[in-house]
């Protein structure tokens, strides 16, 4: 007979019973015992798993997660990061350049010029009201009007060159890479593209520098600012606001010289500086691959946005005001644009005896005899308008 078909009350189903009862506390026993340990059988597993996962661990490829993690090694050249072989963080910046700063950076200078040509097409040039009488008044020495020209015309071949290193590969690369012969032509134009970026940089620095000199003082807020600024410049409406020699437009342009201008000149310095030990000397800091790579990335932003702005005061200073294009090629402004543009100056000029008391001012200036024709028109033959210089000041003196 089997144990399972005795009775329940037999011993040898009681003996059962409690065998199986002791063997059971004691599996529960040993399992919390062991239970602790089978961590390490875990991190076993993890470690094989990963092992799978990865390929084997070698010389060689420690030597090369090594140096793709920025790590400094040994190099018989000294200097800031000699040893480091292979920077992380420059496939950032890279990545970043040909990124959000070419997108953007197109429609920055195209949105300007597109705004300039509305405004032009809406509203036309900014012509004078009353017709030159032939008075002419200095405003720019030939001291002034060389250094706005040099710097005007450095910041120019600047901005081109600058455009196509920044968009060549982008924008020309495609175009002339579909020519015959178009990607050597591109090839040439991108290197000579550099050489004059940093042959005429230095020009334009000197440029700057000697503006902020000249005409600062010229450039600090003044009471009549803010008539100017409520009445748009003039550039709306028919208003003509009182401004001194320089208004508050010309005062923002310098300050964007001041500002932006310089950044483009010391974050370029930053990047050329490491081509001349001389010059590195000089720095107060240790140049690295870092800083260099923010100076990058901020001289490209600050020269696309001085650019930007550059355009608008091309536009004012020639197709967008008459006669103002006159006065920085001549030295001489007519005392009717003075007058129009910057009467508290011109009425300072008067006070001081500083306005000719006729037409002759065109012969000082060096014009031709038949350059006075522009200057016809206003005055006592041409409805009795009494010329500008001989009105009473319309300020008093400061």
């Not at 100017?228 to 010309?250: L, Q, V």
């Not at 200057?375 to 041409?382: E, I, L, V």
Request: proline residues 6%; charged residues 15%.
């Amino acid at each position: 007979m089997k144990i399972k078909d005795l009775p329940k009350s037999h011993p040898a189903r009681i003996k059962r019973r409690k065998r199986i009862a002791i063997w059971t506390f004691a599996f529960i026993m040993a399992s919390a015992l062991l239970a602790p340990f089978s961590g390490f059988l875990l991190t076993g597993i993890n470690s094989a798993v990963a092992q799978e996962q990865q390929p084997a661990s070698t010389s060689r490829a420690d030597f090369w997660r090594a140096v793709k993690g920025g790590n400094e090694g040994y190099s018989s050249i000294k200097g800031p990061e000699t040893g480091v072989l292979n920077q992380s963080a420059g496939v950032d910046w890279a990545n970043f350049r040909r990124g959000p700063i070419v997108k953007y950076a197109p429609w920055a200078i195209g949105g300007m010029f597109l705004l300039v040509l509305l405004y032009h097409l809406i509203h036309g040039k900014n012509r004078l009201v009353h017709r030159p009488s032939g008075v002419l008044v200095a405003r720019w020495s030939w001291f002034e009007r060389l250094v706005h020209w040099t710097t005007a015309i450095s910041f120019i071949i600047l901005a081109i060159t600058g455009m196509s290193m920044l968009l060549g590969r982008t924008l020309l690369l495609p175009l002339f890479g579909g020519m015959e012969g178009g990607k050597a032509a591109y090839a040439a134009w991108a290197q000579l593209s550099i050489q004059l970026h940093n042959v005429v940089g230095p020009v334009l620095s000197v440029g700057i520098v000697l503006m902020i000199v000249m005409w600062i003082g010229h450039n600090f807020p003044a009471k009549g600012d803010w008539n100017w600024i409520k009445a748009g410049g003039g550039m709306i409406g028919n208003k003509h606001p009182a401004a001194g020699r320089m208004n508050f437009g010309e005062k923002v342009w310098f300050w964007i010289i001041c500002t932006f201008g310089l950044a483009v000149v010391i974050t370029g310095l930053a990047m050329v500086a490491p081509s001349f030990p001389s010059l590195m000397a000089l720095l107060p800091v240790t140049l690295t691959r870092g800083i260099m790579q923010d100076a990058n990335v901020w001289h490209v932003i600050a020269g696309i946005t001085w650019m930007a702005v550059a355009i608008g005061h091309i536009y004012i200073g020639t197709a967008g005001t008459e006669g103002a294009l006159r006065g920085m090629t001549t030295g001489y402004v007519s005392a009717e644009w003075a007058e129009q543009h910057h009467s508290i100056w011109f009425d300072k000029l008067r006070r001081e005896g500083r306005v000719p008391r006729g037409p002759r001012g065109y012969r000082e200036a060096g014009f031709r005899d038949e350059y006075r024709e522009d200057y016809r028109g206003s005055g006592p033959r041409d409805g009795g308008r009494i010329p500008p210089n001989l009105s009473p000041p319309r300020h008093r003196p400061s």
